[in-house]
């Protein structure tokens, strides 16, 4: 995976381009750190299963 990624700003109301900020292994997998280029939203997502900028799987909130 990249250093950036398209993705849904819940701030900007729209598609932003995300600079990843941190990467981490952990024993759910890979922890990526996302950070929004326009307002710095930020949201963590570990192996597509938890995105906390939807609150699905686990995640509820912004990193």
């Known amino acids: 995976m990249g250093l950036e990624i398209d993705h849904g700003c819940p ?3 729209e598609s932003r381009t995300f ?3 941190g ?3 952990l024993h759910l997998g890979t922890k990526r ?3 929004c280029s326009e ?3 930020g949201f963590v ?3 597509g ?3 906390t900028s939807t609150g699905t799987g ?3 909130g912004a990193a």
């Open 49 to 51: 299963a938890v995105d």
């Open 23 to 25: 990467t981490t292994e």
């Open 45 to 47: 997502e570990i192996d």
């Open 39 to 41: 307002c710095g939203f």
């Open 19 to 21: 600079w990843k900020t």
């Open 11 to 13: 701030r900007c109301g």
């Open 33 to 35: 750190k996302w950070q």
């Open 58 to 60: 686990t995640g509820t």
